[in-house]
């Protein structure tokens, strides 16, 4: 069978082949429903190369306002970590595409790190995503991730150094995510200089780059698409899903943003040069 990280290397392997850039959208399980989340879901999974499912906390730093609200929304309506891998495996049921869990270190602690990896693996999830872990202190999860054959994907910033990346590097088994601005997801801030990050983390890696936290459409991922080899796109998705239509409605909103998206990284791409 399958492992997870294998099903992340073989969809950037196919993207390569075709030559076009891949599509990571991003949710947040139980926001504003479970139902939403299962039929916006099946929705993506049309769009995407990979869906990555958010892990509501109630203390989430790395998020900005939308996905906060998201979260806490999600939590107030009851939201549970067995919600979660439930609806993490009739997504599966749906397709085959790379499923990736977005969590804080605290729920995983507080579920039990060899539960936390071995439930998500019952529930077809190939990755994990830990943006409060630092890279010297995931080994417990690491250790059972790798026993589960699931990947552990790291970040870096613009702020990383030459030796961080090359270090994160050497422990990655399928992609880096690198954030596009410093601070938190959604911030409609100016991008910098994102040519000479993505080369200065292509010097120090041979793995696939996906870039994300900012990416507000087609035109933010025309831009970014000639120096990564995915986006990754969540507040705008989940701004749609927070509109107050009904859910076919919301569904088909979403699937529309998506497939924009796509047609863009599939089409080609602006280099602004």
Do not use: W
């Amino acid at each position: 069978m399958i492992t997870g990280k294998e099903r992340i290397a073989n969809s950037f392997k196919a993207l390569s082949e075709k030559g076009e850039k891949g599509l990571i959208t991003y949710l947040t399980a139980g926001f504003p429903s479970p139902d939403h989340t299962l039929e916006v879901a099946r929705e993506l999974a049309l769009h995407s190369d990979m869906i990555e499912i958010g892990i509501p906390f109630s203390d989430p730093v790395a998020d900005g306002p939308v996905i906060q609200n998201s979260s806490y929304h999600a939590l107030e309506r009851g939201i549970r970590l067995s919600n979660i891998f439930n609806l993490a495996g009739k997504i599966r049921e749906g397709t085959d595409i790379p499923l990736i869990f977005m969590t804080y270190y605290n729920p995983v602690m507080r579920y039990g790190i060899e539960n936390f990896v071995k439930s998500s693996h019952e529930s077809g999830v190939d990755g994990l995503i830990v943006p409060d872990l630092p890279v010297e202190e995931d080994h417990p999860l690491r250790e059972c991730a790798q026993k589960y054959g699931l990947s552990l994907i790291p970040l870096v910033a613009p702020t990383s150094t030459d030796e961080r990346i090359s270090k994160i590097s050497g422990r990655t088994d399928s992609f880096i995510y690198c954030v596009s601005v410093t601070g938190v997801t959604g911030a409609g801030k100016e991008i910098g200089d994102l040519k000479t990050f993505s080369c200065r983390v292509r010097k120090n890696t041979s793995h696939p780059l996906a870039v994300g936290f900012g990416i507000t459409g087609p035109g933010v991922a025309r831009r970014l698409a000639p120096y990564f080899d995915a986006v990754v796109v969540g507040s705008a998705i989940v701004k749609e899903m927070d509109s107050g239509e009904g859910l076919p409605v919301i569904v088909d909103r979403v699937g529309r943003l998506a497939g924009e998206i796509k047609a863009t990284l599939r089409n080609g791409c602006d280099t602004g040069e």
